[in-house]
């Protein structure tokens, strides 16, 4: 990690126009992302969270306030950031090789220097022997891994992840988180995590940031720091002080069961 800034928000709010009206969803929101940092984001439903990942990806401009990657303000979609998803949607008439090339295809990439890095990928994570296979001949944690190979194909700077195992059962879940992250600090990737799964916001990131009830307001920033014997997330929960986090962040979320 280094302290170079990759993402900054600064006083940014954002309001949605529709016909319904208009929906505050962001208020105040500052927050700063070093280089290779691993931030996780938590709130409750509808506050605000896909809001934040999709004004970094450039996909909307705050109706206040400014956000930066890597110091320059984010005027649309780049390369510079990828987006991973809940669902994987890979594409079932693609090989899973065809699948991992698809970013490069859209920011017309097929350099030979590419298609050798994506192969390398491929191999390096366990799905060399499946670069032939369509979608539906691996298992969800084979398929998302494949998501995330794609996503770091176009060699982003920062990944988003929104809830991207929510649709694995618990085990695989467990299983990928621990991979993803692993994955993504050896690439050496600044990410930003939003997960409804406070144990596994905990246990994958550097810091957990939790947002109010909307419009999102940050409540606190909380510094992770776990005593275990390996620094990766099945480790990491086993960490002495993983309750007292667990339980500080649940008391802020402030959950009630109707
Ligand atoms: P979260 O990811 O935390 O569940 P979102 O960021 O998706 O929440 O949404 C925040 C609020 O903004 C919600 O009330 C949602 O209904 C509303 N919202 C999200 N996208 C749009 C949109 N394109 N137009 C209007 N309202 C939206
Ligand atoms: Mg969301």
């Known amino acids: 990690m280094s302290d170079k800034e990759m993402v900054n928000l600064e006083n940014v709010s954002l309001k949605y126009h529709s016909l ?15 280089e290779g940092e691993f931030i996780g984001i938590v709130g409750p439903s509808g506050c605000g969270k896909t809001t934040i990942l999709s004004l970094i990806a450039g996909l909307i401009k705050p109706t206040t306030g400014q956000v930066l990657v ?14 991973m998803l809940q669902q ?3 594409f079932e008439w693609r090989t899973i090789m065809q699948n991992a090339l698809l970013g490069l295809e859209i920011h017309n990439n097929m350099a030979e220097e590419f298609k050798t890095k994506t192969e390398k990928l491929l191999e390096t994570y366990g799905l060399g ?10 298992s969800g944690g084979m398929r998302q891994r494949a998501a995330l190979i794609r996503t770091l194909a176009i060699d982003p700077k920062i990944l988003l992840l929104d809830e991207p195992f929510s649709a694995l059962d618990y085990q695989t879940r467990l299983a ?7 994955i993504i600090r050896k690439e050496g990737k600044t990410a930003l995590l939003v997960t409804h799964d406070i144990s596994e916001a905990i246990s994958m990131s550097d810091k ?7 419009p999102a307001t940050i409540k606190n920033i909380h510094v ?24 500080t962040v649940w008391r802020e979320l402030d959950v009630h069961v109707e």
């Not at 022997?129 to 691996?138: A, E, G, M, V």
């Not at 990928?176 to 692993?182: G, N």
């Not at 957990?208 to 909307?214: D, G, K, P, T």
């Not at 992770?224 to 339980?247: G, K, W």
């Open 129 to 138: 022997d499946f670069k032939n296979h369509y979608p539906d001949q691996l």
């Open 176 to 182: 990928m988180s621990d991979e993803v992250s692993t």
């Open 20 to 34: 319904e009206g208009e929906t505050h969803a962001l208020k105040d929101i500052s927050f700063t992302v070093n």
């Open 88 to 90: 994987d949607y890979l």
């Open 70 to 83: 890597d110091g320059k303000t984010v005027e649309g979609p780049s390369t510079n950031v990828g987006y």
């Open 208 to 214: 957990v940031l939790v947002l109010s009830q909307r």
């Open 224 to 247: 992770i720091r776990l005593t275990s014997e390996e620094d990766r997330p099945i480790s990491r929960r086993q960490a002495p002080e993983f309750r007292e986090y667990f339980n």
